[in-house]
């Protein structure tokens, strides 16, 4: 058995302490595995000096050199042939910016699958109980985005009864159909069936908002939830307190927080990011975060703030094995979360320089303006 396997079939997905010595090697054997097929990969390790025999110690983690996002989205790096790999995601960005392109091969899929079990049971969102879906992002085949293709598979994990996406398709791409949604919420509303909401966080946000500015307001049934992905991309300076979104989620669709979560990731580090009860994403066995400073690139201590490195061994396919996001935020240490998980926490605190911001969900300005000229045609 690899390193990888031991790592994503390890009991408890966050015992980040008892898993230290698997994880470096886990690394060790992906960053071997990269450097020898993929060229690119080997050149960048190379330049800079790096051996993967180099990983020994948890310390030697940050040593690794990683991969902008910015950097995956102009070149896509792959470490096997394309017949090889089962699935093959791309992040989202704006028409001119470039995607970064992820392959999946079978042994990552498989521990992904495994993750995806490990971290989702606990929350109760494996279900029989059938159900209706209100998706706040792309329908599957519109775009072959990563979150898209989560989002999708997100709606076999109870049986569906149906599925209503928020975005439609125009002439000019995908556009927010917040009332659409509105009228799909009120009918769902009258139904025996519970319904789940997933998608991006602001459409979300954004179509209660507006239910509750036309007083409308449903009583979902019990086993109704909230699954919030994705993140706030273009719209983070919108982002209203978690508690505040909570009061309006209780108020316009009578689902407690209890059944709201939210779950963070990337298309270049597919680890599942589930919030805690109380709300905090707790990092995972099967990666590891390091906050850099955001001038220097050095790693910083817990608590402060800079640009979020994540690792995991997952993907052998495309070496991801080290990417820097343009996400900014705090590590914070275990321990102290009423929730008892030990493993550090990572709080996302916005996106570093606007100008740069490349990944905002699909055409950014496109979106804002369809939702301005829908927002004023009301
Ligand atoms: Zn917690």
Known sequence: MGAREKLFGWKDPYDTEGTEEVFTAAMRENAAYSYAHCPE???????????????????????????PTAFLKAHHLFAM???????????????????????????????????????????????????????????????????????FGYTFLAPALSRTYAMRKTEGGYVPDLNGAVRALVRLGKSPFPTRLMG???????????????????????GSSVMLG????????????????????RRTLGIPEEAVMESYGAAEHPILYCDCPAHRFHVPVYSRVI???????????????????????????TPVLS????????????????????????????????????????????LLAGMREEGAGT
């Open 41 to 67: 990969y080997r050149a960048v390790l190379d330049d800079q000096g790096f051996s993967p025999e180099d990983l020994r110690t948890t310390e030697d983690l940050a040593r690794l050199p990683f991969l």
């Open 81 to 151: 042939p394309r017949s090889r790999m089962l699935i093959r995601a791309s992040s989202s960005g704006t028409s001119g910016a470039g995607r970064s392109e992820i392959g999946l091969e079978p042994g990552a899929l498989a521990a992904g699958a495994r993750m995806v079990v490990k971290i989702a049971s606990p929350r109760h969102i494996l279900s029989a109980m059938p159900c209706h879906y209100v998706i706040f992002g792309y329908p599957p085949r519109g775009t072959s985005t990563a979150a898209a293709k989560t989002a």
């Open 200 to 222: 991006f966080p602001s459409y979300t946000y954004f179509a209660l908002k507006r239910m509750e500015e036309r007083g409308l307001s449903v009583r979902l049934p019990a």
């Open 230 to 249: 994705g993140g706030w991309k273009q719209h983070w300076r919108e982002r209203p307190e978690k508690g505040e979104l909570y009061a309006l989620i």
């Open 291 to 317: 906050i850099r400073d955001p001038w220097t690139l050095e790693p910083l201590p817990m608590g402060k703030i800079g640009l979020v490195n994540l690792l995991t061994p997952m993907i052998f396919a």
């Open 323 to 366: 990417v820097l996001t343009d996400d900014l935020g705090i590590l914070h240490p275990g321990g102290d979360c009423t929730c008892g998980k030990k493993s550090p926490w990572l709080e996302i605190i916005g996106r570093a320089g606007m100008e740069e911001i490349r990944t905002c969900a699909a055409g950014a300005e496109a």
